[in-house]
């Protein structure tokens, strides 16, 4: 037997009993009369000690294990004269009486420790290694525990889960699709699913009305820091449905997976629609933890000869509370963030609003203090406030202050992780103007419906049409997004008219999903979560690489077992791609 118990288990009220342990030295330590060895496994951390009186050669062979080793020990429980209370094991300590090396180790490149001494890459490499240190444990059990209660809960609710195919066909909307050569037919490709959209609509068509998955989604696109290449998604559709009901559900599942999992209670899910979102934080994923809304400063900041005021289609100013006495320094330091060109702004104006009839400002020249006054006092800034103001034209002036705002809220401590501030977006425009394409691009996409009240827009200003669609922010994070489908053919043929398919393309593409359409679809919509992200949004940590067991690097890479990699030429040819190797 390999062990009787587990390193995370033994107490005092194990005291006298013999047992069994195996796992990893975590550490040993060699005080001449005894050794102690921390034995570690998924459970904990259990002290084991070899007394050189007792057993000699025993303590002997204990000091040759080195980190890493997995040994199998047998020995009694006793209690500790030195207790440890920081662990849950530290009243104990096993006695050691036999003592079996299961498999020796080399030193391992990077401590296995919290606070490791790996950096990234060598850490992805030896990611079996990683994954032995506790806190990255942690977050592993709590993705499991994250799967178990969606799954409770929505089986709670008579949702099915059901699997779609990974083996699909590409199509050319939506991402960049990863594509799987046809040996049996060659020449011809599968794409693996950006999401199993079409799928689940279909499993509506067949009368499965309600359907989740949590399943693996594949986009081929440029990776930035929260990106990976094959990511996972809780995937829902209902039928018979509308908006309302799909916002009630998930709201419900939201609460539900936060209680079970971190037990936090989340406060009542706010509303707001897209355009309101974009005037007053810039952002279709407003962190609402905080307020700090957009201020129109046109009425206030045009026609007093400051010239780049005077021209801008937008002149735009957060005010940030408490922050009238800012220094030059703290100022500058400001300035030159907004100008960094991953934000882009030309400059930052402020106005310090000192106190009654005390302002300051970096556009003293052109403003009297009685107008700054009346600025301040007429956006809602108070005596202590600094106000902060961008402009030029109306959408990357959005943009700027939306991070400027984040900015100060994260300065200002405005954004406490252990806050939850749930957020539903509606009314997404349904499409969005693509300058280089000359074509609308759909917002969410195409199958999504557009307002009722909204279509007749599609005829002649289908850009002003809304969509049925929603999102789900959590703390600035967009956690999930899903819509109201169109569920008739004509819509659909429509809308693939606007997206600037021909109708036979349209029928090529997407043609079986328009022909299910004519075999008694009902009203459909639904929503998908990105599973990763509230993994670290529950985590409290800011990457989604740390709740994936085996993830890609930046480059889409896995450095662990070196993929992508070449194939060989009589794969190649096995599955007709052309290959310029000899051979
Ligand atoms: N399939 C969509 C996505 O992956 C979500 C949805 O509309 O349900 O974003």
């Known amino acids: 037997m390999h062990r009787t118990h587990t390193c995370g288990e033994l107490r005092l009220e194990h005291q006298g009993q013999d047992i069994t342990l195996s796992g990893w030295v975590q550490r040993s330590r060699d005080l001449g009369g005894m050794t102690f060895i921390d034995l570690r496994d998924r459970y904990g951390i259990t002290q084991l000690v ?9 303590c002997e062979q204990a000091r040759k294990a080195g980190r890493e080793y997995v040994i199998k020990v047998s020995g009694t429980v006793r209690e500790r004269s030195n207790k440890n209370p920081k662990m849950p094991t530290g009243d104990v300590e096993v006695q050691v009486k036999t003592y079996e090396v299961l498999n020796a180790a080399q030193t391992p490149p990077f401590t296995i420790e919290d606070d490791t001494d790996g950096g990234d890459e060598l850490r992805m490499q030896y990611r079996y290694l990683d994954l032995r240190r506790r806190n990255v444990q942690e977050k592993l059990i709590l993705r499991h525990k994250l799967a178990i209660a969606t799954r409770s809960f929505l089986d709670g609710a008579g949702f099915l889960e059901i699997e ?66 094959e990511f996972t998604q809780i995937d829902c559709e209902m039928a018979f449905a509308e908006q309302e009901d799909i916002l009630t559900v998930f709201s419900g599942l939201t609460a539900h997976l936060f209680k079970a999992v971190i037990g936090a209670d989340l406060p009542d899910f706010q509303r707001m629609d897209y355009a309101t979102a974009m005037e007053k934080y810039g952002s279709d994923k407003p962190d609402i933890r905080f307020g700090m809304e957009f201020k129109d400063c046109a009425p206030f900041a045009k026609g007093h000869g400051f010239n780049v005021f005077d021209q801008a289609e937008a002149v735009l100013g957060i005010v940030a509370p408490g922050c009238a006495e800012y220094s030059r320094k703290q100022l500058d330091a400001l300035t030159n963030w907004v100008k960094r060109p991953q934000i882009g702004a030309k400059g930052l104006v402020y106005i310090k609003y000192l106190g009654e009839h005390s302002v300051k400002s970096s556009v003293d020249k052109f403003y009297s203090p009685e107008a700054l006054e009346a600025w301040c006092k007429g956006i809602g800034a108070k005596p202590g406030d600094l106000v902060l103001v961008l402009s030029g034209d109306l959408n990357p002036v959005r943009k700027q202050l939306g991070e400027l705002r984040l900015h100060m809220g994260r300065e200002l401590g405005l954004r406490d992780p252990k806050v939850f501030a749930p957020l539903w977006v509606v009314d997404f425009p349904l499409l969005e103007w693509d300058e280089e394409e000359g074509r609308h691009f759909a917002m969410h996409h195409p199958f ?22 929603y999102d789900l922010v959590i703390n600035g994070v967009e956690i999930g997004g899903g819509s109201i489908r169109i569920h008739d053919r004509e819509l659909q043929a429509r809308m ?19 022909n299910a359409f004519e075999y008694g679809a009902p009203p459909h919509g639904g929503i998908a979560f990105g599973f990763d992200r509230l993994c670290s949004l529950l985590g409290g940590s800011e990457s989604i690489r740390d709740y994936i067991a085996f993830p890609k690097n930046n480059s889409g890479r896995d450095v662990m077992i070196d993929a992508p990699a070449p194939i060989d030429a009589e794969q190649l040819k096995e599955l007709a791609l052309k290959t310029d190797l000899p051979g």
């Open 496 to 514: 693939f008219d606007i997206l600037g398919f021909t109708a036979e393309e349209a029928q090529a593409q997407f043609g079986f999903l328009m």
């Open 50 to 58: 070899f007394n050189m009186e007792e057993d000699a050669a025993l």
């Open 448 to 469: 999504t419906s557009p307002k009722p009240e909204d279509v007749h827009l599609l005829e002649n200003e289908p850009g002003k049409a809304r969509a049925n669609a």
């Open 164 to 229: 779609t195919p990974y083996l699909i066909k590409s199509t050319p909307e939506g991402a960049r699709d990863f594509v799987v050569p046809s040996r049996m037919n060659p020449g011809e490709f599968y794409a693996l699913p950006q999401s199993p959209q079409t799928f689940k609509q279909l499993l509506m068509v067949a009368g499965y009305d309600k359907y989740f998955q949590i399943v693996r989604c594949f986009r081929d696109e440029d990776l930035r820091a929260d990106r990976q290449p």
